[in-house]
């Protein structure tokens, strides 16, 4: 397993970078960075703006203003931080709406139906 960890930690450095993109999903909902993507701030529908301080070996791009891409040299810190800026808002399942990966699909679930 250590050895698993480390050659990952040197793909990384050696052939370039990994990358994980998230999709936001809803009305109202949008991201922006400041600070050459070492911040990150969502309106989520909530009262405040979420903030997110980035760590130091990872990278935060905003495509669109729903279209995030998270970039690093050390896959397993691009992952958490992925995760923990997808589980402050994790997909409805009757909607369908909030954060989730780009290749992420949701199966929805049928609402109620008419007598």
């Given at each position: 397993?250590?050895?698993?960890i ?6 990384g450095k ?10 936001i999903?809803g ?9 050459e ?10 009262s ?30 691009v992952h ?25 699909v949701?199966?929805k ?7």
């Open positions: 397993m250590d050895y698993l480390i050659f990952i930690f040197m793909t050696m052939e370039g970078k990994f990358f994980r993109f998230l999709k999903v009305v109202g909902f949008r991201a922006r960075t400041e600070s993507g070492r911040q990150l701030f969502l309106k989520l529908g909530y405040h703006e979420v903030e997110f301080a980035v760590p130091p070996a990872v990278r935060v791009f905003r495509f669109k203003p729903n279209i995030i891409c998270c970039t690093g040299i050390d896959q397993q810190r958490q931080f992925a995760g923990a800026v997808c589980s402050c808002k994790p997909p409805a399942v009757y909607k369908g709406k909030g954060i989730m990966y780009i290749d992420e949701v199966k679930k049928q609402g109620k139906k008419p007598k």
